[in-house]
């Protein structure tokens, strides 16, 4: 793997949209750090940090100049790997029409380990298996996956106990280390488009002095996770708690309002809507996000299966942490704890499996 | 009278006490009103014509709570008249913000606001159709989305039911990629007990929700209230937040009645 630096990123967001992509980073908008196109790297969030607790997020400013001092941003990958809503087939005059679906060349600069790890869950729930959907590939072929890796994980991080992150070590196709002292940027070339893209801007050889530096702000990000999961035997004993009073507890606080599974990088559900407009002709199925917390999802034949907040809450964590082993291979959990900070009562998952525990 | 004409669907929009801004709904409909005229045969609608076809009617939208007598008796008439009976808008649909006289004698309103409240007639509460007479659907809102109404519409003319999921506004909120104001702001908003609908309107302009559209399909109100609370907010603030345009649908009842200490 080649690793070189860089002294600054603008030739690197030049290089990706000189080829044909539209570059996608953290920049400020309405106070958080969102994840949205960028054209330099003046857009990049200067000095900026944040402070993530349990439904609570507030950015700080600082003046030391690092541009991805900051921990995971609200959005993931998710939203161009499974975009919120898509028409899927037209029907006009009985006559069906193929829909299309889009699929952007987008680059996404600055995903953490965490949402690496969770595209790669994602590869296998739709690219994996018998049925691979292709417009999913299509979509994933089109992003180019410039990871950061983590200098300062937020209060709700704990990648560490999922084994997927701060570092990331696949599935990028460039992965950056931002240094200090001086400022720079240590680059891993991931793939061959990601070696052609560095071909393209000025750069020179990573010394081991660089190497090492990297190395640590990866070691010091592993030693600040704001939380932590015993993740030891969970496939077994969290189906096994399916009467934990604690259960009820969560519910008490639960909303159903769907944030955690929102925000979950890896959290897939989707509903499919058929519509047809005034003159009847013209029919149209989509498909767009739903969550296990609504009561329409796990809705069959007229009644609910989940009426309560308790199934609803009880199914997802159960699914998230443990049965996704089953179905998939995996954990379908990659510690971001998005679900922790957005949560709006701040339920947070680490404290429940701990108690459930 | 053609042979198309008179196999149209016969579309009724009927008023009652309410401002007007729901049946407005359908003539800002706008690119889609001329199609909509030419699919169903717009038979009485007196807001925008003052021409009244004859019943029984296909469709009736019915705006409005009813708050007088007369208006009980009335609702009996377009049920009689009606095969299908939409009701459009939080008046309608929960007794919209003019149930807020619920809480108080509505006999000392009329005394202090009127020189002679002998004329008035009204009845105790304000109360939504489904109250008085049976209804198909009620659609939500104050006032109601436009591409609501027409998939209501249009799915009645299709014979099927509507799009029209009774999950919280947070859906609608993070599908359009707005911040979560209450997270990231501090921002008291009802959207997490909140039916969608608007799109998410408020939250896109980094406003609160304010509870537009209704309880959701299962609000878990105090859980909200105690983190509303947790952002500073006092009492006779939570109680306000829920009393605005669906006060007494049951579940923001409760919300209101539990943060003014009754519950």
């Known amino acids: 793997m080649d690793v070189v630096v860089l002294q600054s990123l603008e030739p690197l967001i030049e290089a990706l949209t000189s080829s044909g992509y ?46 991805f001092g900051f921990a995971a941003s609200p959005d993931s990958a998710k939203r161009y790997t499974q975009p919120p809503r898509q028409t899927l087939v037209r029907v006009r005059d009985e ?14 600069l600055g995903l953490r380990a965490c949402d690496l790890a969770a ?96 190395e640590e702000v990866s070691r010091t990000a592993a030693s600040r996770m704001g939380r932590q999961v015993d993740t030891d ?14 259960w009820a507890d969560v519910a008490s606080r639960c909303l159903s309002c769907t944030n955690c599974t929102m925000v979950c990088p890896t959290c897939f559900c989707s509903t499919v809507e058929d519509v047809t407009d005034l003159t009847g002709q013209v029919t149209e199925r989509s498909e767009r996000w739903d969550s296990c917390f609504t009561l329409d999802f796990s809705e069959v034949s007229g009644s609910h ?10 199914q997802w964590l159960t699914h998230k942490f443990a049965t996704w082993y089953d179905q998939f291979g995996t954990s379908g959990c990659v510690g971001c704890g998005r679900c922790i900070t957005w949560c709006p009562t701040g339920i947070d998952v680490t404290e429940e499996l701990a108690c459930i525990r | 009278m053609s042979a198309a004409e008179k196999s149209r669907p016969k579309l009724a929009v009927w008023k009652f006490a309410s401002c007007d801004g729901c049946q407005l709904t359908l003539l800002d409909c706008e690119d889609e009103l001329l199609p909509l005229a030419s699919t169903v045969e717009i038979a009485y609608f007196l807001e925008a014509s003052s021409a009244i076809g004859p019943g029984p009617y296909d469709l009736s939208l019915v705006e409005g709570s009813i708050t007088t007598p007369q208006d009980a008796e009335r609702i009996r008439h377009v049920r009689r008249v009606s095969r299908r009976l939409v009701t459009i808008g939080a008046c309608a649909t929960a007794g919209g913000i003019q149930a807020l006289r ?31 007479v049976p209804v198909d659907f009620e659609l939500r809102g104050c006032p109601i989305d436009k591409r609501q109404l027409l998939e209501v519409i249009t799915a009645f003319l299709a014979g099927r039911r509507p799009v029209v999921p009774g999950h919280s506004v947070c859906v609608e909120c993070k599908a359009r990629g707005n911040i979560c104001v209450l997270v990231a702001h501090g921002t008291p908003c009802l959207g997490p007990v909140t039916q969608a609908g608007c799109g998410a309107l408020c939250p896109a302009f980094n406003r609160g929700c304010y509870g537009c559209f209704g309880p959701t399909e299962t609000p878990n109100t105090r859980a909200l209230n105690a983190q509303l609370r947790r952002l500073g907010m006092s009492d006779p603030d939570l109680v306000r937040v829920y009393r605005t345009f669906n ?6 009842l409760q919300a209101s009645e539990e943060a003014e200490g009754d519950a």
């Open chain 1, 22 to 67: 539209t570059v996608v980073g953290p920049r400020v908008e309405d106070g958080a750090i969102r994840m949205a196109e960028i054209s330099s790297g003046a857009d990049l969030p200067a000095g900026v940090g944040d402070v993530q607790k349990p439904g609570r997020y507030r950015l700080t400013s600082g003046d030391d100049g690092m541009v």
């Open chain 1, 95 to 108: 006559a069906i029409e193929e829909v299309e679906q889009e699929a952007p060349r987008v680059a996404l």
């Open chain 1, 119 to 214: 595209v790669a869950v994602q590869d296998r729930v739709f690219a994996g298996g018998r049925h691979p959907d292709p417009a999913y590939l299509r979509r994933r072929e089109a992003l180019f996956l410039v990871a950061v890796n983590c200098a300062v994980p937020g209060g709700t991080c704990f990648c560490v106990s999922m084994g997927t992150g701060p570092k990331a070590v696949a599935g990028f196709d460039l992965a950056i280390t931002e240094l200090a002292s001086p400022h720079r940027f240590l680059v891993e070339t991931g793939s061959e488009r990601g070696g052609e893209i560095v071909a393209l801007i000025p750069h020179h050889p990573a010394t081991s002095v660089d190497i090492d530096a990297a």
């Open chain 1, 233 to 246: 035997g969970i496939q077994e004993w969290l189906p096994a708690a399916h009467d934990s009073p604690r």
């Open chain 1, 305 to 314: 299966v989940r009426s309560s907040g308790l199934a609803r809450y009880r």
């Open chain 2, 102 to 132: 619920d809480f108080a004698d509505v006999r000392e309103f009329a005394a202090v606001v009127y020189a002679r409240p002998d004329y008035i007639a009204t009845l105790e509460r304000s109360k939504p159709i489904s109250a008085h």
């Open chain 2, 247 to 252: 006060a007494t649908e049951e579940p923001f």
